[in-house]
Nanobody
C-alpha cells in the first residue's frame, strides 16, 4: 500500500526556517511527480511547489517563490520542502502529494496526512 508521511512541521517565528520531509513507502518515487500542498483554516488547499521525476523541473506558487525550495532524493524515497523567510500567512497544514500510475493503475493522486506549520509574528 502507498503511504506518504510528512514530518518537520512545528512552530517558528516570522523570518525563521523549517524543512519539511515526505517519506514514502509502498511506492517508488522515481516514477512519480511529487508536490507539496497546504491548507490554511478557511482556505482552499493550494499547490505550493511541484517537482518532476528527475528533479529537472520545479514550479512554485507565486507567494513562495524565492523563499521555498522543493527537492527530492529518489534513492531515499523522500521529497523535501525547505522553507525560509517564513511569514505568518504561511501558517497551514502542509501535505505531501504524489501523482502517477502505480502497478498499472490509472494515474491518480496519493496524499499524506499533513504536518502543521505555525508561523508566529
Amino acid at each position: 500500500q502507498v503511504q506518504l508521511v510528512e514530518s518537520g512541521g512545528g512552530l517558528v517565528q516570522s523570518g525563521g526556517s523549517l524543512r519539511l520531509s515526505c517519506a514514502g513507502s509502498g511506492v517508488t518515487f522515481s516514477s512519480l511527480r511529487m508536490s507539496w500542498y497546504r491548507q490554511a483554516p478557511g482556505r482552499e488547499r493550494e499547490l505550493v511547489a511541484g517537482i518532476l521525476v528527475t528533479g529537472g523541473y520545479t514550479n512554485y506558487a507565486d507567494s513562495v517563490k524565492g523563499r521555498f525550495t522543493i527537492s527530492r532524493d529518489n534513492t531515499k524515497n523522500t521529497v523535501y520542502l525547505q522553507m525560509n523567510s517564513l511569514k505568518p500567512e504561511d501558517t497551514a497544514v502542509y501535505y505531501c502529494n504524489a501523482f502517477g500510475s502505480i502497478l498499472g493503475t490509472h494515474p491518480m493522486d496519493y496524499w499524506g496526512k499533513g504536518t502543521l506549520v505555525t508561523v508566529s509574528s
